[in-house]
């Protein structure tokens, strides 16, 4: 069964990138839609955006100026990159995908990785 | 955007009783409510979709109900594995789909 695990940086500078990988395992890349979904602390879950495997993408509008998701499917993982990040962007990053929905709803959930944006 | 508003923000109930969680859309959604369930340090897991359908290995405890703008989430006789917060998510608007701020479940 698929599987996702996050990973990257977990302190970023203010005003630089923020840059994680979702690397899939237990299933081919080449299927399914592949998601970023964050929780800031004391706040609910936003949903950064989606990617399919073919490369097309939607993204938050409320992120879509700064957002960047790319997939790689010869190493089979999708990747989140964030420009201009604020303290606001201080979050747990969660990848997922919708096995069974495409990208309506997830039904498998990585861990989640914590990024702190400070200087 | 559809801002998703659950009820109440904390819930305590014993276990072996019943919880009832309720989710309220600002529009209507149709059925297009999926519920989580999230435990610190795991991943969170997917419940319910389509309001009512129970995803792969859900125990049958947990049921959804509703349509439109009012969705509820019940757990009958609650395991000590149950307490958890309690997301709804719609997907009926696009985009975003939005997410509930959370039901905290927990033990009384």
């Known amino acids: 069964q698929v599987q996702l695990q996050e990973s990257g940086p977990g302190l970023v500078k203010p005003s630089e990138t923020l840059s994680l990988i979702c690397s899939v395992s237990?299933?081919?890349?080449?299927?399914?839609?592949w998601s970023w979904i964050r929780q800031s602390p004391g706040k609910g879950l936003e949903w950064i955006g989606y990617?399919?495997?073919?490369?097309?993408?939607n993204y938050n509008p409320s992120l879509k100026s700064r957002v960047f998701i790319s997939v790689d499917t010869s190493r089979n993982f999708f990747s989140l990159n964030l420009n201009s990040v604020t303290a606001a962007d201080t979050a747990l990053y969660y990848c997922a995908t919708g096995v069974g929905s495409g990208y309506y709803y997830m039904d498998v959930w990585g861990k989640g990785t914590t990024v702190t944006v400070s200087s | 955007e559809v801002v998703m508003t659950q009820s109440p923000a904390t819930l305590s109930v014993s276990p072996g009783e019943r919880a009832t969680l309720s989710c309220r859309a600002s529009?209507?959604?149709?059925?297009?409510l999926a519920w989580y369930q999230h435990k610190p340090g795991q991943a969170p897991r997917l419940l319910i979709w389509?309001?009512?359908t129970r995803a792969t290995g859900i125990p049958a405890r947990f049921s959804g109900s509703g349509s439109g703008t009012e969705f509820t989430l019940t757990i009958t006789s609650l395991q000590s594995e149950d307490f958890a917060i309690y997301y709804c998510q719609q997907y009926n608007d696009w985009f975003p789909y939005t997410f509930g701020q959370g039901t905290k479940l927990e033990i009384k």
């Open positions: 990617i399919y495997y073919s490369g097309s993408t």
């Open positions: 529009q209507s959604i149709s059925l297009n």
């Open positions: 389509g309001a009512s």
């Open positions: 237990g299933g081919s890349i080449n299927k399914y839609y």
